[in-house]
């Protein structure tokens, strides 16, 4: 009874019919077909162009068309096989995802609908080896908003995160007839964040000193530590055995 209404709780979290799901999205058991692979193949290309048009005029940029833009909004625009679960228990199933780094969108694709994962406190995908999980953070402007950050290392005191974002660079007009015009194009970043206990993840910047200064209480200690092993941490990999090494200190 309780993972049941788990399960009822989680679907309806979704922008999309518990039917729909299990006969598009669902890849557990599927077997491909010319119709199923057309549609999916045609819905890809709609379902991109809905999601930018709705941001796009959130942003008052209405007269901006997708297709004007150069570039692409997403890390890897394929839909693949995506691991979904609630709070680590609860395994959902899989299905064909894929995450929008410019609208901050985790999709599913059904060729009936829009689908996207709302952004809830437990919820986790798994997408080529990458965790996706949703985190409360401070935006530019301050305000509090939730996002889907990468899950590098899963510490008792202090998690490290990767933040995979795109944003959309306006189109610059040619001020003389010796400019170059500019078109609009979408711009791809990477930021990591720490994140101490309950507390909101706070961006890094990935310089020694910098992320030293980031763990006052053992400042010394990991300073010996970067020097005795050599450790780049400008590299993720030496970033995360830092931040794990950190984590087994008293």
């Not at 004007?68 to 709070?87: A, C, H, Q, W």
């Not at 998690?159 to 974002?165: D, F, G, V």
Request: aromatic content about 12%.
């Amino acid at each position: 009874m309780k993972t049941f209404q788990l399960l009822s709780v989680f679907f309806s979290l979704l922008f999309t019919s518990l039917t729909a799901f299990s006969q598009y999205g669902n890849v557990n058991g599927r077997q491909s077909n010319a119709n199923f692979e057309a549609n999916l193949a045609a819905n890809n290309m709609m379902r991109s162009r809905d999601i930018f048009q709705e941001v796009l005029k959130k942003g008052m940029n209405n007269e901006l068309k997708v297709e004007e833009i150069e570039g692409e909004p997403y890390f890897d625009e394929m839909f693949v096989n995506g691991e979904l679960s609630f709070k680590d228990s609860l395994d959902l199933g899989q299905f064909l995802m894929r995450y929008n780094a410019y609208a901050d969108e985790m999709e599913v694709s059904n060729p009936k609908g829009n689908n996207f994962i709302n952004k809830v406190d437990g919820i986790a995908v798994i997408l080529k080896n990458e965790k996706y999980v949703v985190l409360n953070y401070k935006s530019d402007d301050q305000t509090i908003k939730k996002g889907f950050f990468i899950e590098k290392s899963d510490g008792n005191k202090v998690n490290l995160y990767l933040r995979k974002y795109v944003t959309l660079k306006p189109a610059k007009e040619a001020k003389t007839s010796f400019h170059t015009a500019t078109p609009a194009s979408f711009n791809k970043h990477e930021a990591y964040f720490l994140k101490f206990g309950n507390d909101a993840p706070i961006e890094i910047k990935l310089k020694k000193s910098k992320i030293l200064n980031s763990f006052p209480d053992k400042y010394d200690t990991l300073k010996k530590y970067v020097s005795t092993e050599k450790l780049n941490l400008e590299k993720e990999e030496d970033l995360i055995k830092l931040v794990q090494y950190y984590d087994s200190l008293n």
